[in-house]
């Protein structure tokens, strides 16, 4: 099972990564809109926000009413575990057209990955204590660097038991969690990131700002990119 895997790439994409994090760092200080880092929709915010507040109306309304319970109850095993938190926050942003076509020619370049494969992101986590674990809802790898951080560590999980994954949601049973991995990503090293298992975010402090630059591929998991890379 691979959760990360460093991969060594020397001044890969690096202006770039240059401007990709003065942008970012823009938008730190002025907020958005920005005239270059394009803001995403945040697809599943009324669903993490439903969550997150303690919503169980909103989270029947969108999950049914059994599937309500369980939500339910792995929340609170949550807060029995983690305490109320400060929740991290991910915004992400789509590149500018010329640089994202850039990324991609050069992610088929080096690795023979097709273009239409490949979504060059840039995100940012401004403030927060801990993103709870979960796992990706669409993307189930990228390849990802570290613009700016904190020290946040990354915490990967395996499974003690099965239990019922919840599509709207993936929340899981962390009564049946055990930390497989940790790492804290360096700035400026690529790594190659999986979402399919299960994760969390930690940070110190409610204060600081994380910026990553990277890939997200459509289909392709981190055992083929691995292969690739």
Known sequence: MHYFKNIELPNFLDEAKTDCLRWAE????????????????????KINNAVSELDFKTVTAIAGTRKSRILKQRVYKMVRKYGEVDRIVIDQYDVPTEMSKHVKDEMLRLFNIPRDE??????????????????????????????????????????TESFEIVDEFHIPDVSKLEIAVENVLQEN????????????????????????FGIDFKTMDINELIKRT
């Open 26 to 45: 823009e938008i730190v200080e002025h907020g958005n809109p920005h005239s270059s880092l394009i803001l995403r929709n945040r697809t599943h915010s």
């Open 189 to 212: 090293q690529w790594l190659l990131f999986n979402h399919r298992e299960w994760h969390s975010v930690h940070r110190k402090s409610n204060v600081g700002v994380r910026i990553n």
């Open 118 to 159: 490949c979504t060059p992101i840039v995100q940012i986590q401004n403030g927060g204590e801990m993103l709870h674990p979960h796992h990706g809802h669409g993307r189930k790898a990228s390849l990802f660097c570290l613009l700016k951080g904190e020290g946040e560590s990354t915490r990967w999980y395996k499974e």
